[in-house]
């Protein structure tokens, strides 16, 4: 039941940094956001509230025009970039199409490149290959063959990868650290940590500099790798290069790194570095979590509230900055402390995140604080949350512990009934509700058990026939 607590308590800044690495190559450069697109009575405001991917916008932007009101192309692509802000990708998608099959708009490179990224999330890799084969030859340039290199080293398919990067080569427009930089990720995700250094080779071979993203990944390997010396290389040269402009990812990477081959001086003085760029961070509120996280990692409670002080000192703390407190405090089983920043969380009346008292529920049933766990979960209701599958999936383990295991099977009823998918529970969660349903000899009550965990996917047909003919022969 620790798990998906502790992979929180122990993931890692460079684990998590790599899938953000590459985002700010395709989105948008606009300072304008919502504030400049959504006054009132504005077409975005009729959008902003159909937050559900299944209900389309079409409809909407469709009443938009037959109202006699007028949208330009500008105002359709700040649409399109504010959805994508939201991870509202799907309609994102759908405005970007209206754009050209109603308005008849044309599409400019930019608008051809957030439209193959839009597809790829939206509808995967075969649509993407669909849509890049029509798009005419005359308009394929550099920005074009790299928007599909980067679809698919998402997708990790590294043959059709390597492929576009030579047309690239080819073409000779592989001369910035752009491609290279896509390509390195992959191979970073996939491992193949020595395929970095000849990239990074061939890069400086053809006088293409190395950017702050390109040693990012290296640094990344070099940590993941537990290889002391290469972060030293790597942080050394990018901290003497007059080009790059240092982040507190660098330091926490080169922090995280340090700290898995036990040189904890060498970590601490990074955590100092990363403190020394907070005032002229962009990203003010990342850097605390990663302090944060990182001092409970070392153990060093006093600089964990040393830094947490600062942090409602410098800079208004939302959702992400007290989940980054409860789970540093939660590193040192201090469910006490957890608790008070848990009130300090809820006296600030923010949206109802129910993640934050899930850690507190996870703790609880850990320890065998049932009574707590239970009270926190009503509590949450009351005040308009929605538990969430963590929440009774953390419960079904606490009475599993506590051999309350028909309070276990209602729990865990509940977390399949609002599972994402791929999810799954722990054998040990799923063995002991399946065994004790067995003993009860409650056939019919098992089996519609075991028919719902197959509606939600949560095991294949082949096991779910097995348990079925197990149950009914004994």
Not at 406 to 433: F, Q
Request: proline fraction near 3%; charged fraction near 25%; hydrophobic fraction near 40%.
């Amino acid at each position: 039941m620790k798990l998906s607590l502790s992979r929180l308590l122990n993931s890692r800044p460079h684990s998590a940094y790599y899938q953000k690495v590459l985002r700010h190559f395709f989105a948008s450069t606009s300072t304008r956001t919502s504030s400049s697109i959504g006054g009132p009575g504005s077409l975005y405001r009729r959008i902003s509230p159909l937050g559900d991917p299944r209900v389309s916008v079409v409809p909407v932007l469709d009443q938009w025009v037959r109202e006699g009101r007028t949208v330009g192309k500008e105002e359709l692509q700040l649409i399109i970039k504010e959805l994508k802000v939201y991870r509202r990708f799907k309609h994102a998608l759908e405005v970007s199409q209206w754009m050209t099959d109603q308005r008849y708009i044309p599409l400019s490179t930019s608008d051809i490149v957030t439209r193959i990224n839009l597809i790829s999330k939206v509808h995967g890799l075969e649509q993407v290959e669909n849509y890049f084969n029509n798009i005419p030859q005359q308009l394929k340039g550099s920005e074009i063959y790299t928007a599909l290199l980067n679809c698919y080293a998402n997708d990790r398919s590294v043959e059709k990868a390597e492929a576009i990067m030579q047309k690239l080569r080819d073409m000779d427009w592989a001369r910035t650290p752009l491609s290279y930089n896509i390509l390195m990720n992959l191979q970073y995700r996939l491992g193949n940590w020595e395929k970095l250094d000849t990239l990074m080779h061939e890069m400086e071979e053809k006088g293409i500099y190395c950017d702050s993203y390109t040693f990012t990944i290296r640094l990344s390997a070099y940590a993941a790798a537990s290889d002391s010396e290469g972060i030293d290389k790597i942080v050394t040269r990018m901290e003497s290069s007059t080009r790059i402009v240092l982040d507190c990812n660098v330091y926490a990477i080169a922090a995280d790194g340090y700290l898995k081959v036990g040189l904890l001086d060498k970590a601490l003085a990074m955590l100092d570095k990363l403190e020394g760029l907070i005032p002229t961070s962009t990203r003010r509120n990342v850097a605390f979590g990663f302090l944060l996280r990182l001092y409970a990692e070392i153990g060093k409670k006093d600089k964990l509230y040393r830094i947490w002080n600062l942090y409602k000192k410098k800079e208004r703390i939302y959702n992400k900055g007290f989940i980054s407190m409860m789970i540093s405090l939660l590193k040192f089983n201090d469910i006490e402390g957890a608790e008070k920043i848990f009130k300090e969380w809820e006296s600030r009346g923010l949206s109802y995140d129910f993640r934050i008292p899930n850690f507190l529920i996870d703790a609880y049933c850990r320890n065998g604080l049932l009574g707590k766990a239970e009270a926190l979960l009503d509590r949450g209701i009351a005040k308009g949350g929605n538990p969430s599958v963590n929440t009774w999936y953390y419960l079904a383990g606490g009475y599993i512990e506590d051999v309350q295991i028909p309070k276990a099977v209602e729990a865990l009823k509940k977390a399949v009934l609002v599972c994402p998918p791929n999810w799954k529970p722990s054998k040990d969660t799923l063995s002991a509700c399946l065994k004790y349903l067995e003993r009860r000899g409650d056939v019919e009550q098992i089996e519609e058990f075991v028919r719902m965990l197959k509606v939600e996917d949560i095991f294949s047909t082949g096991v779910h026939n097995r348990l079925l003919s197990f149950i009914k022969d004994g």
